[in-house]
Nanobody
Framework: QVQVVESGGGLVQAGGSLRLSCAAS????????MGWFRQTPGQEREFVAA????????KYEDFVKDRFTTSRDNAKNTLYLQMNSLKPEDTAVYYC????????????????WGQGTQVTVSS
């Protein structure tokens, strides 16, 4: 089992950057593929990015390609999401999640979730 806690959210102007972190507990962080999702009120949770257990494979939703980068440091049990060129439509609560085996964009297949961190992008 793993527990994850997100941090790094906040208020930023359009065009700015933020880096989210997701700290995982336990000694088996490297056993989990990780994903980032986001959600706005009244909307379903949507996929943002995912990374394999080793960090060698990543996957992004089209609307964040070339702007967001996910990475992980298994020695530090931490997942990152670097967000550049932020847009007002990126405003959402961002969640990290863990799943056993390979990466996936399906939030229903993730087993462990954080509480989320709010990202607000002003125009």
């Amino acid at each position: 089992q793993v527990q994850v806690v997100e941090s790094g959210g906040g208020l930023v102007q359009a065009g700015g950057s933020l880096r989210l972190s997701c700290a995982a507990s336990g000694r088996t962080f490297s056993s989990y593929a990780m994903g980032w999702f986001r959600q706005t009120p009244g909307q379903e949770r949507e996929f943002v990015a995912a990374i394999s257990r080793s960090g060698g494979t990543t996957k992004y939703e089209d609307f964040v390609k070339d702007r967001f980068t996910t990475s992980r440091d298994n020695a530090k049990n931490t997942l990152y999401l670097q967000m550049n060129s932020l847009k007002p439509e990126d405003t959402a609560v961002y969640y990290c999640a863990a799943r056993i085996f390979g990466i996936s964009s399906d939030y229903g297949t993730y087993n462990y979730w954080g509480q989320g961190t709010q990202v607000t992008v002003s125009s």
